[in-house]
């Protein structure tokens, strides 16, 4: 069946410092992808997403690449802020289906 | 306008009670889809319906849980008989479904935390 899999956490790093969060996948067909984040007592939010191989997807200066070759969709950032602190979860959507199967979860604490 | 709201936000109960949560989706968004986290570990899915039917029911873990969907809006998940491995937040996502299949994206709710004493 279709899994993700994601770095364990939790990452801790300096305000201004590169962010890099790897995810990989496992899947049938050509599923589309996508980040999510959960900020301290909020719900899940999307952060971007990618449907097809090669496809960017970016927001709030975070970036992932669908690659297909490696079967990965890293997410980053050139410099993370005090309030990027969250959990961030890489999830897929399957070709053939409707569900969304999550990895789970990497906290990220940043720091002054 | 209004996103996916649930209720309750919090739900205490004793072993073996009966609990019905509730999920109010986005207006017109035909899928619901229901899921589970328990502490420290990613979404588990259980449940999707297109429009009122579910054609994915695959991740429910037993028979005591059971949903139901009704007027294309609200939805109800219901445990049976609730045990403590039941704890966990149960949150609900709507999206506009069938219509935009690929690249489909799903707005989640709050979620209600249930506590299973």
């Known amino acids: 069946g279709d899994s993700v899999t994601q770095m364990e956490g939790p990452v801790t790093l300096s305000e201004e410092a590169f962010l890099t969060i790897n995810c990989t996948y496992t899947a049938t067909g050509y599923p589309s992808l996508f980040w999510y984040v959960q900020y301290p007592g909020e719900g899940l939010q999307l952060l971007l997403k990618a449907t097809k191989a090669d496809d960017k997807g970016s927001n709030k200066g975070f970036e992932a690449t669908y690659r297909k070759e490696t079967t990965s969709f890293h997410l980053e950032k050139g410099s993370v802020q005090v309030s990027d602190s969250a959990v961030y979860f890489c999830?897929?959507?399957?070709?053939?289906?409707?569900?969304?199967?999550f990895g789970t979860g990497t906290q990220l604490k940043v720091e002054l | 306008g209004a996103g996916v709201s649930q209720s309750p936000s919090n739900k205490v109960t004793e072993k073996g009670k009966d609990v019905e949560l509730r999920c109010d989706p986005i207006s017109g968004h035909t899928a619901l889809y229901w899921y589970r986290q328990r502490l420290g570990q990613g979404l588990e899915f259980l449940i999707y319906f297109q429009g009122n039917s579910a054609p994915d029911k695959s991740g429910l873990p037993s028979d005591r849980f059971s949903a139901e969907r009704t007027g294309e809006s609200v939805s109800t998940l219901t445990i049976q008989r609730t045990q403590q491995e039941d704890s966990a937040v149960y949150l609900c996502?709507?999206?506009?479904?069938?219509?935009?299949?690929?690249?489909?994206?799903?707005?989640f709710g709050p979620g209600t935390r249930l506590t299973v004493l």
């Open positions: 996502a709507s999206s506009l479904g069938e219509l935009i299949p690929r690249g489909d994206t799903q707005y």
């Open positions: 999830a897929l959507k399957g070709g053939g289906g409707n569900k969304l199967t």
